[in-house]
């Protein structure tokens, strides 16, 4: 199997199942206990606050870890605008662009429907770029938050997000990004971004899946989504899952050590490939920003076909990769991230997303895009025939 489809999910790292190990089994304490297996849960959860905190460089006391990115936008998108709402109910109006994960437009729309937001969608070029005047333009009191992702999940643009934090400071709104595939390809120093609160899900990075963090920078106020005992800080209440807290913190870490090689790597391996499919494929368009997207994101369009055809004709020859986003699979609504891009319906029904791990190789793509070009033109011919 060739599996390109590492942006819907990634293995457990052998070196993160090790450091995780002890704490599902001889160090199983609770890190609220006051004991030594407590102890010695706190004291992991400790360190691997202060290793998330060191590759953000943030301040541990600015993690809070969640059971994913889900959670993670959650958190910020409702916390945040829960808590500055508190402060000054004239904010009611959250900037959320046209690309983002359903876990940050759907907190978005359920702010909306019970706690009086208005949602003004800021929208996107046809590479899936927002537009720093345009988004600048949209700021103002009445704003309670803004959301732009670093890099999208589909179509793997890169959001000039530095100039978007840049505006959204000088006009005094808090500005959240979902990080969550940018982590291990792209720099996440948290100053140098310039956001107030950044998202991350371990499963894409090595970790296991149902662990993420939230970086909420020192003064941003953010309601809690879940109650009880007060956990991380009052921020996420339930006992923290400390092996799991470990396992994101391994990855991240070991992620952040390879990102440059493999970003380099990885980088030249997909422009072969999009340069292959664009080649040998008539018709074939690619989605997303030629150059300023994800090392790891090489997405197209083939018109002609069905998306869910192509799939299941490179799944007959060991390819596996994904239509559209996987968090989107069993919809059959064209792709939010592809209309806000300009495709229309039916093309959009024609788009695969091909995303790669760290381990992808220049044969594993080779042989990949012999797949595709067999695939794309056995349809085209069965479609004439
Ligand atoms: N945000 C983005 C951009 C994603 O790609 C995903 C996962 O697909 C998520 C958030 C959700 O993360 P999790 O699966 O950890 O809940």
């Known amino acids: 199997m060739i599996f390109l489809d590492a942006a819907a999910t990634t293995p457990v790292r052998r070196e993160v199942i090790e450091a995780m190990w002890p704490y599902l089994t001889g160090e199983f304490g609770n890190a609220s206990s006051h004991h030594t297996l407590g102890d010695s849960a706190a004291a992991a959860l400790r360190q691997a606050r202060e290793t998330v905190a060191a590759v953000l460089g943030c301040l541990p006391g600015e993690i809070v870890f969640t059971a994913g990115g889900t959670e993670a936008d959650n958190l910020a998108i409702k916390g945040i605008a829960l808590a500055r709402q508190a402060e000054n ?8 662009s046209a690309v983002e994960h359903p876990a940050v437009l759907e907190s978005a729309r359920y702010l909306a429907r019970f706690h009086g ?3 003004d969608i800021v929208p996107v070029d046809r590479d899936g770029e927002v537009g720093v005047a345009d988004f600048a333009s949209r700021l103002g009191d009445d704003v309670a938050l803004a959301s732009v992702m670093y890099a999208n999940n589909e179509i793997g643009t890169v959001q000039p997000l530095a100039a978007l934090a840049a505006a959204a400071r000088s006009a005094s709104v808090p500005i959240h990004t979902d990080a969550v595939q940018a982590a291990g390809w792209l720099p996440l120093t948290v ?4 956001v107030d609160a950044l998202s991350l899900s371990g499963h ?4 296991p899946k149902g662990i993420g963090a939230l970086y909420l920078r020192a003064r941003i106020q953010a309601e809690p989504v879940l109650h009880g005992g ?17 396992a994101l913190a391994t990855a991240l870490r070991l992620a952040e050590a390879e990102r440059a090689t493999a970003a380099e790597r990885v980088t030249a391996l997909r422009d072969g490939f ?44 060991s390819v596996l990769c994904s239509s559209g986003s996987a968090c989107a699979a069993g ?25 790669f791990g760290t381990s992808v190789t220049e044969a594993m793509l080779k042989d990949a895009a012999d797949a595709v070009v067999e695939s794309v033109t056995e349809l085209g011919r069965l479609q004439r025939s």
């Open 331 to 355: 919809s059959d609504d064209p792709s939010a991230v592809l209309t806000a891009i300009g495709i229309a319906g039916e093309l959009a029904q024609t788009a695969v997303r091909f995303s």
């Open 191 to 194: 100053a140098d971004l310039g």
């Open 117 to 119: 937001f208005t949602v």
């Open 89 to 96: 109910p004239a904010r009611r109006r959250l900037l959320i």
């Open 230 to 246: 007060g956990q991380e800080r009052g921020s996420r209440s339930g006992t923290e899952n400390v092996a799991f807290a470990v």
């Open 274 to 317: 999009i340069a292959e499919v664009l080649d040998r494929i008539p018709g074939a368009q690619l989605t997303g920003h030629r150059t300023r997207r994800l090392p790891s994101v090489a997405s197209f369009c083939f018109p002609g076909t069905s998306g869910e055809s192509v799939l299941l004709e490179l799944e007959r020859r």
């Open 204 to 207: 894409k990075i090595g970790a």
